[in-house]
């Protein structure tokens, strides 16, 4: 993945609750699953948005409480037209398909059977999904003395992840991004998390919520709340911190 842009603004509050815990080792380069110019797909969905789609809120998603972890492209395209209420193109989906479109004629009817089900399987999967359970490369900044704090590039207000399958494009990003990037540390414990942690690159394991969601031209946008991370080493899997609860 494309490393994640950030942006450096001040937090608009310093309450954040971080628990330190002991030993990490240091970490290579670390993988990540989502990027901040991600993956995304572009059809034109074959039927209108539902009243209930056009800028659905909490309102409309509140009773959504299933958790998809680290989902890949398809996933959340298939997830957005769920969650759009937007009919899915799967019809296209299929004829577009190279399984289908090389098949000799003889097999195009047992492949557009076989890569239809899969369509809707993958679409049966994402119903009622309300959480996100994504991990990242954390971007982790220099401590700020002035505000006692580091903050989380992943998590910027800049970061936006794009996921990019079916012709389809579905951006995410975050509501509380502002509060969420902050890491309040005191600093007489900075130092210390500093040389632990060193220059190596750590992971970030982020619990969001989806709140909104906003269909436009060939895609749109999946606005999440971020309601907890952790800063994870990527070669130990210590954990170097964790941030819970937080507020908007």
């Given at each position: 993945?494309?490393?994640?842009?950030?942006?450096?603004?001040?937090?608009?509050?310093?309450?954040?609750?971080?628990?330190?815990?002991?030993?990490?080792?240091?970490?290579?380069?670390?993988?990540?699953a989502?990027?901040?110019?991600?993956?995304?797909?572009?059809?034109?969905?074959?039927?209108?948005?539902?009243?209930?789609?056009?800028?659905?809120?909490?309102?409309?998603?509140?009773?959504?409480?299933?958790?998809?972890?680290?989902?890949?492209?398809?996933?959340?395209?298939?997830?957005?037209?769920?969650?759009?209420?937007?009919?899915?193109?799967?019809?296209?989906?299929?004829?577009?398909?190279?399984?289908?479109?090389?098949?000799?004629?003889?097999?195009?009817?047992a492949?557009?059977?076989?890569?239809?089900?899969?369509?809707?399987?993958?679409?049966?999967?994402?119903?009622?999904?309300?959480?996100?359970?994504?991990t990242?490369?954390?971007?982790?900044?220099s401590?700020?003395?002035?505000?006692?704090?580091?903050?989380?590039?992943?998590?910027?207000?800049?970061?936006?992840?794009?996921?990019?399958?079916?012709g389809?494009?579905?951006?995410?990003?975050?509501?509380?991004?502002?509060?969420?990037?902050?890491?309040?540390?005191?600093?007489?414990?900075?130092?210390?998390?500093?040389?632990?942690?060193?220059?190596?690159?750590?992971?970030?394991?982020?619990?969001?919520?989806?709140?909104?969601?906003?269909?436009?031209?060939?895609?749109?946008?999946?606005?999440?709340?971020?309601?907890?991370?952790?800063?994870?080493?990527?070669?130990?899997?210590?954990?170097?911190?964790?941030?819970?609860?937080i507020?908007?």
């Open positions: 993945m494309n490393p994640i842009s950030r942006t450096r603004t001040i937090p608009l509050g310093l309450a954040l609750a971080a628990l330190l815990l002991g030993g990490c080792g240091k970490s290579p380069a670390a993988p990540t989502a990027t901040a110019t991600g993956e995304p797909a572009a059809a034109t969905p074959a039927q209108p948005v539902r009243a209930a789609a056009s800028g659905a809120d909490a309102g409309g998603l509140a009773g959504r409480s299933s958790t998809l972890n680290d989902p890949d492209n398809a996933t959340m395209v298939f997830l957005y037209y769920d969650l759009a209420g937007i009919a899915p193109p799967v019809d296209q989906w299929v004829e577009d398909d190279q399984r289908v479109r090389y098949a000799p004629g003889a097999d195009k009817a492949r557009r059977t076989a890569v239809r089900a899969e369509f809707e399987a993958g679409l049966a999967a994402v119903r009622g999904v309300g959480v996100l359970q994504l990242l490369q954390a971007g982790l900044s401590y700020d003395p002035t505000y006692g704090e580091f903050t989380v590039g992943a998590l910027s207000p800049g970061a936006v992840y794009t996921f990019k399958a079916q389809q494009t579905v951006n995410l990003k975050f509501d509380n991004a502002l509060t969420a990037q902050s890491w309040s540390v005191p600093k007489d414990q900075a130092q210390a998390i500093v040389d632990r942690i060193g220059n190596d690159s750590l992971l970030l394991d982020a619990t969001l919520h989806i709140r909104k969601v906003l269909p436009g031209p060939g895609g749109g946008t999946v606005v999440a709340h971020v309601d907890s991370w952790s800063l994870r080493d990527s070669r130990s899997g210590s954990i170097v911190a964790r941030v819970k609860a507020k908007d």
